[in-house]
């Protein structure tokens, strides 16, 4: 500008009139351009420093446009950042080759005066040029854009950390557009989850990863997000590029992005988590189904230290335990408490307590009394573990033992009745031997008696001696034939008989047993079946239940006799101890006598037990009906309460059969005697003597052996016939059925009469007789003995 100036060539006054005016319109352009609210410059490209600055400049750099001025050529260079140095200097390059009106632009940093960068986006126009037509000088305006640049900045840094959160987050995301399902981004973690490359996905559609048959499913899913401005949560399956199918946790929020609308996918891959849901519910539904099939409950059943108790959980078999069901003891165990048999409910709280205390297995057998099923008998197995609180939680199982505890009863109450017979079987076999010594004893004590008074004038008082020991010796024999009845013994000759006539011959003779005080009442049943058995053992039943009825009653009473049919099934007996199952009569004596206490019921039945003063009772009565019940396979029920009497029920098998006619009379005295020859065998000399003066003096010619062996000698030698053999049973070398067998092939009409003690099973299978047997019991009277040879010899003819 001073050079144009300098070159004018007008005159002085002019000259000095324009250089006012020149002045002037100066100062006023100055003015103008330092009110400018922008930095404007003149730079010099070659010499490197500003020509001219307005004011503003220091309101952006704070060097005074004259400091800018006077700072030189090296100035510009030195405030340049570095940084942005090459991209200023090709900005100047470019100004110096283009046109007038070419307006370039270029963003740098410069250092202000107090050495902090600041940004300025210069405007620029070539402005003068040299005579070669270079711009050698720039105009330009600048513009503060610090704070612009800041802002860019931060953008820029904020917007590289969102990348990076979305890039390097470890959850698989993705942006699609909304409109087009396509994908316009998706971060690494996706691509490695699904197995797509990134060019993959960013060339498709989300239908891609959704299997066919949930693509309606997802596009409903995607309207009700459309409508939803938050984040939608939803479960999908996705498809990976192998195929495999997995099971996602979705996020998905609307989001601008580019201008379109968007959204921003974010996907939790739960399968294992499902996997494991599924094997959890697969475990447990296996679990539930084992303890509904368990018969009994399972459970876990939680003590709190304040007292507190419930079943947190417990199988449908709660209901059959104890008849609640798992919902009503899910937060309060009372119930179940309210369930327990009074007598166990103690036992059961204090076993609780103690296995809460030492953590040591619960086990017990307890009863409960429930609505429906009444008591039933309940067993427990159950491990504790302490709880965080200081109580417990058993798991556990509780099962029904009724029928094993019903069974155990049973069991016990039948080794009782095993023990009880054992004890009588013994006992009785005691009582056998016994009786069957002393019975040859009393035989020949009362054959010599019986022989000795005849011999005796029955004046003499001798007479009146041997009578006394006949007496005492039948005495002695009356009750030994007892203790054979009890040992079942005794030899019988059973007959289908109807019990109410055989019951209505005794009354008579019943009745002058008990007396006049007391009163007999007789109640046969209208129509009653049969028994088979020995006539005589009905009488031995029914004279000593009616003695024994007596003695019970003090002054007056009653006594009753009944009859009944009975039928039992397997059920009653079940419930009946002692009943066994078949159909029966009855023969019942009741009396309202003073009654036993069970103690003494407990013992009746046993041999030598009584309760009567010494020569009052024997305690065999009811040993007898024992034996004789036993022996014709009945059972006896004994029923008794003190003070009010007693009653003996004996029930006897029925028989099919019809009664025979009444047993015909014995033979009498006129008959008796003959001529026939008995053979006589018996090894106890003294008896064998007995017996052939006995026969010998009826007139029968008697060949007597002590063996045998004897007996089959003198038979051997014997000329004439033999028509009866007496033999003994029991003898040293050989018994009486083998002897009797022996003989019968050299004289097979040979008629057989035994003699015993007892039959020991030996002539009578279970003491029963076989046809065409005869059998006396020892010991015998002379007079016995005749009528019994002579009843052999009737039933041969
Ligand atoms: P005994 O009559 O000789 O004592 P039993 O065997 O007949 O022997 O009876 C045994 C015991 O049973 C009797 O002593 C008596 O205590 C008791 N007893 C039997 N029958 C009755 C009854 N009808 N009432 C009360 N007690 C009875
Ligand atoms: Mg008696």
Same mark, same amino acid.
């Given at each position: 500008?001073?050079?144009?100036?300098?070159?004018?060539?007008?005159?002085?006054?002019?000259?000095?009139?324009?250089?006012?005016?020149?002045?002037?319109?100066?100062?006023?352009?100055?003015?103008?351009?330092?009110?400018?609210?922008?930095?404007?410059?003149?730079?010099? %490209?070659?010499?490197?420093?500003?020509?001219?600055? $307005?004011?503003?400049?220091?309101?952006?750099?704070?060097?005074?446009?004259?400091?800018?001025?006077?700072?030189?050529?090296?100035?510009?260079?030195?405030?340049?950042?570095?940084?942005?140095?090459?991209?200023?200097?090709? *900005?100047?390059?470019?100004?110096?080759?283009?046109?007038?009106?070419?307006?370039?632009? /270029?963003?740098?940093?410069?250092?202000?005066?107090?050495?902090? +960068?600041?940004?300025?986006?210069?405007?620029?126009?070539?402005?003068?040029?040299?005579?070669?037509?270079?711009?050698?000088?720039?105009?330009?305006?600048?513009?503060?854009?610090?704070?612009?640049?800041?802002?860019?900045?931060?953008?820029?840094?904020?917007?590289?950390?969102?990348?990076?959160?979305?890039?390097?987050? #470890?959850?698989?995301?993705?942006?699609?557009?909304?409109?087009?399902?396509?994908?316009?981004?998706?971060?690494?973690?996706?691509?490695?989850?699904?197995?797509?490359?990134?060019?993959?996905? %960013?060339?498709?559609?989300?239908?891609?990863?959704?299997?066919?048959?949930?693509?309606?499913?997802?596009?409903?899913?995607?309207?009700?997000?459309?409508?939803?401005?938050?984040?939608?949560?939803? +479960?999908?399956?996705?498809?990976?590029?192998?195929?495999?199918?997995?099971?996602?946790?979705?996020?998905? *929020?609307?989001?601008?992005?580019?201008?379109?609308?968007?959204?921003?996918?974010?996907?939790?891959?739960?399968?294992?988590?499902?996997?494991?849901?599924?094997?959890?519910?697969?475990?447990?539904?296996?679990?539930?189904?084992?303890?509904? !099939?368990?018969?009994?409950?399972?459970?876990?059943?939680?003590?709190?230290?304040?007292?507190?108790?419930?079943?947190?959980?417990?199988?449908?078999?709660?209901?059959?335990?104890?008849?609640?069901?798992?919902?009503?003891?899910?937060?309060?165990?009372?119930?179940?408490?309210?369930?327990?048999?009074?007598?166990?409910?103690?036992?059961?709280?204090?076993?609780?307590?103690?296995?809460?205390?030492?953590?040591? #297995?619960?086990?017990?057998?307890?009863?409960?009394?429930?609505?429906? !099923?009444?008591?039933?008998?309940? %067993? /427990?197995?159950?491990?504790?573990?302490?709880?965080?609180?200081?109580?417990?939680? +058993?798991?556990?199982?509780?099962?029904?033992?009724?029928?094993?505890?019903?069974?155990?009863?049973?069991?016990?109450?039948?080794?009782?009745?095993?023990?009880?017979? !054992?004890?009588?079987?013994?006992?009785?076999?005691?009582?056998?031997?016994?009786? *069957?010594?002393? $019975?040859?004893?009393?035989?020949?004590?009362?054959? *010599?008696?019986?022989?000795?008074?005849?011999?005796?004038?029955? $004046?003499?008082?001798?007479?009146?001696?041997?009578?006394?020991?006949?007496?005492?010796?039948?005495?002695?024999?009356?009750?030994?034939?007892?203790?054979?009845?009890?040992?079942?013994?005794?030899?019988?000759?059973?007959?289908?008989?109807?019990?109410?006539?055989?019951?209505?011959?005794?009354?008579?003779?019943?009745?002058?047993?008990?007396?006049?005080?007391?009163?007999?009442?007789?109640?046969?049943?209208?129509?009653?079946?049969?028994?088979?058995?020995?006539?005589?053992?009905?009488?031995?039943?029914?004279?000593?239940?009616?003695?024994?009825?007596?003695?019970?009653?003090?002054?007056?009473?009653?006594?009753?006799?009944?009859?009944?049919?009975?039928?039992?099934?397997?059920?009653?007996?079940?419930?009946? !101890?002692?009943?066994?199952?078949?159909?029966?009569?009855?023969?019942?004596?009741?009396?309202?006598?003073?009654?036993?206490?069970?103690?003494?019921?407990?013992?009746?039945?046993?041999?030598?037990?009584?309760?009567?003063?010494?020569?009052?009772?024997?305690?065999?009565?009811?040993?007898?009906?024992?034996?004789?019940?036993?022996?014709?396979?009945?059972?006896?029920?004994?029923?008794?309460?003190? =003070?009010?009497?007693?009653?003996?029920?004996?029930?006897?098998?029925?028989?099919?059969?019809?009664?025979?006619?009444?047993?015909?009379?014995?033979?009498?005295?006129?008959?008796?005697?003959?001529?026939?020859?008995?053979?006589?065998?018996?090894?106890? #000399?003294?008896?064998?003597?007995?017996?052939?003066?006995?026969?010998?003096?009826?007139?029968?010619?008697?060949?007597?052996?002590?063996?045998?062996?004897?007996?089959?000698?003198?038979?051997?030698?014997?000329?004439?016939?033999?028509?009866?053999?007496?033999?003994?049973?029991?003898?040293?070398?050989?018994?009486?059925?083998?002897?009797?067998?022996?003989?019968?092939?050299?004289? #097979?009409?040979?008629?057989?009469?035994?003699?015993?003690?007892?039959?020991?099973?030996?002539?009578?299978?279970? =003491? @029963?007789?076989?046809?065409?047997?005869?059998?006396?019991?020892?010991?015998?009277?002379?007079?016995?003995?005749?009528?019994? @040879?002579?009843?052999?010899?009737?039933?041969?003819?």
């Amino acid at each position: 500008m001073s050079e144009k100036a300098a070159r004018s060539d007008k005159p002085d006054e002019m000259r000095e009139q324009a250089h006012g005016t020149l002045k002037h319109t100066q100062h006023l352009v100055g003015r103008i351009l330092d009110s400018a609210p922008i930095v404007l410059y003149i730079y010099d %490209l070659v010499e490197r420093h500003y020509v001219y600055s $307005n004011r503003e400049i220091a309101s952006v750099l704070g060097y005074t446009p004259k400091q800018i001025g006077a700072l030189g050529s090296a100035l510009f260079p030195t405030l340049l950042h570095p940084d942005d140095a090459p991209l200023v200097e090709q *900005h100047h390059a470019r100004l110096a080759v283009v046109g007038d009106d070419e307006v370039l632009e /270029c963003e740098y940093r410069m250092k202000d005066a107090k050495g902090q +960068w600041r940004w300025l986006k210069s405007r620029d126009v070539p402005f003068a040029r040299d005579r070669q037509g270079h711009c050698h000088q720039i105009l330009g305006s600048a513009e503060d854009i610090t704070d612009r640049k800041g802002t860019e900045q931060r953008l820029r840094e904020s917007e590289a950390r969102y990348r990076d959160m979305f890039e390097a987050n #470890p959850h698989p995301m993705w942006v699609f557009d909304a409109e087009t399902l396509r994908f316009l981004a998706v971060n690494d973690a996706a691509v490695a989850l699904y197995g797509y490359s990134r060019d993959e996905f %960013l060339s498709s559609t989300i239908e891609a990863i959704r299997p066919a048959e949930d693509l309606s499913h997802m596009h409903e899913a995607l309207d009700r997000a459309r409508g939803n401005p938050g984040v939608d949560q939803t +479960w999908a399956r996705h498809r990976k590029r192998d195929g495999t199918l997995i099971n996602v946790e979705i996020a998905s *929020h609307p989001l601008e992005f580019g201008g379109r609308r968007t959204r921003l996918i974010l996907v939790h891959d739960i399968t294992r988590r499902v996997q494991a849901e599924a094997e959890r519910q697969h475990s447990y539904n296996l679990l539930a189904k084992l303890a509904a !099939q368990v018969p009994g409950v399972i459970y876990q059943y939680r003590l709190c230290l304040d007292g507190r108790s419930f079943f947190p959980y417990s199988s449908p078999g709660m209901e059959d335990i104890y008849e609640v069901s798992p919902e009503d003891v899910r937060e309060d165990a009372t119930p179940v408490f309210g369930r327990l048999h009074p007598d166990d409910y103690d036992y059961i709280v204090a076993s609780i307590q103690e296995s809460a205390r030492t953590l040591q #297995p619960y086990h017990s057998e307890f009863r409960v009394v429930l609505p429906r !099923q009444g008591l039933r008998w309940r %067993l /427990c197995h159950a491990i504790p573990e302490r709880m965080e609180d200081g109580g417990a939680l +058993w798991h556990g199982i509780i099962s029904d033992i009724t029928d094993r505890k019903r069974a155990e009863a049973e069991k016990a109450a039948l080794q009782d009745q095993l023990a009880q017979a !054992q004890k009588m079987e013994s006992v009785g076999r005691l009582a056998g031997g016994v009786a *069957h010594d002393s $019975n040859n004893m009393l035989a020949v004590i009362m054959g *010599h008696t019986e022989l000795a008074l005849e011999q005796v004038d029955p $004046n003499q008082p001798l007479y009146a001696n041997l009578e006394e020991i006949r007496a005492a010796a039948e005495r002695s024999a009356a009750l030994t034939r007892q203790l054979l009845a009890f040992a079942r013994k005794q030899t019988i000759a059973p007959r289908v008989l109807d019990l109410n006539e055989t019951v209505s011959g005794m009354l008579k003779m019943l009745r002058r047993l008990i007396g006049e005080n007391i009163d007999l009442t007789w109640k046969p049943a209208s129509t009653l079946g049969h028994v088979k058995m020995d006539p005589s053992q009905i009488d031995q039943i029914l004279a000593n239940l009616s003695v024994n009825a007596r003695d019970a009653i003090s002054g007056v009473g009653k006594v009753t006799i009944e009859t009944a049919d009975e039928e039992f099934d397997d059920a009653y007996c079940a419930s009946h !101890q002692g009943f066994v199952p078949g159909a029966y009569l009855m023969l019942a004596v009741s009396d309202t006598g003073r009654g036993m206490d069970r103690e003494t019921l407990a013992h009746v039945f046993e041999p030598f037990f009584t309760t009567k003063g010494v020569g009052e009772g024997t305690g065999l009565g009811l040993a007898t009906v024992y034996g004789i019940v036993k022996q014709n396979n009945g059972f006896i029920d004994a029923r008794s309460e003190p =003070g009010l009497g007693t009653t003996f029920a004996i029930y006897l098998p029925r028989h099919a059969g019809k009664a025979a006619t009444a047993a015909t009379e014995g033979p009498t005295e006129a008959e008796m005697g003959g001529r026939e020859t008995i053979l006589l065998v018996e090894d106890e #000399p003294a008896l064998l003597k007995l017996g052939k003066t006995m026969l010998e003096r009826w007139g029968y010619t008697v060949l007597a052996a002590t063996t045998p062996t004897e007996a089959i000698r003198l038979a051997e030698q014997h000329a004439g016939s033999i028509h009866l053999l007496v033999t003994d049973v029991v003898m040293p070398e050989m018994n009486g059925r083998d002897l009797a067998e022996h003989l019968l092939t050299r004289y #097979p009409t040979l008629t057989r009469l035994f003699t015993s003690g007892y039959t020991a099973d030996i002539i009578a299978r279970h =003491g @029963v007789l076989d046809e065409g047997v005869h059998f006396i019991q020892k010991p015998f009277s002379a007079g016995a003995l005749a009528a019994k @040879v002579r009843e052999a010899f009737k039933a041969r003819t």
